[in-house]
């Protein structure tokens, strides 16, 4: 069956930096787009950037342009996101999601890993 398993999150300072993994099984890894979605504390879910299956198109929304920086290993079946200038505001939980479409229309969901951004 389907799994996505996030991984990489924590507790860091504003500046800091992390690298978000997202371990994907059960199905053609290479084949979706995958997404990065995020979810702040009461607050809806709010997409943060995706990539094509074969890494040939990568899209991200306005606000982490130049902090976030999506990637996949197909030969690993993995979806990573380095994050960079961490700030508060970037305090959620993030998930990784497999997009159908490459339209935001999500199937699966990973259990999400948490990002906590403060002094």
């Known amino acids: 069956q389907v799994q996505l398993v996030e991984s990489g999150g924590g507790l860091v300072q504003p500046g800091g930096s992390l690298r978000l993994s997202c371990a994907a099984s059960?199905?053609?890894?290479?084949?979706?787009?995958m997404s990065w979605v995020r979810q702040a504390p009461g607050k809806g879910l709010e997409w943060v950037s995706d990539?094509?299956?074969?890494?040939?198109?990568?899209n991200y929304v306005d606000f982490v342009k130049g902090r976030f920086t999506i990637s996949r290993d197909n030969a690993k079946s993995t979806l990573y996101l380095q994050i960079n200038s961490l700030k508060p505001e970037d305090t959620a939980l993030y998930y990784c999601?497999?997009?159908?479409?490459?339209?935001?229309?999500?199937?699966?969901w990973g259990q999400g890993t948490q990002v906590t951004v403060s002094s």
């Open positions: 990539m094509a299956g074969d890494g040939g198109r990568t």
């Open positions: 999601a497999r997009d159908l479409t490459g339209w935001g229309e999500y199937d699966y």
């Open positions: 059960g199905f053609t890894f290479s084949s979706y787009y």
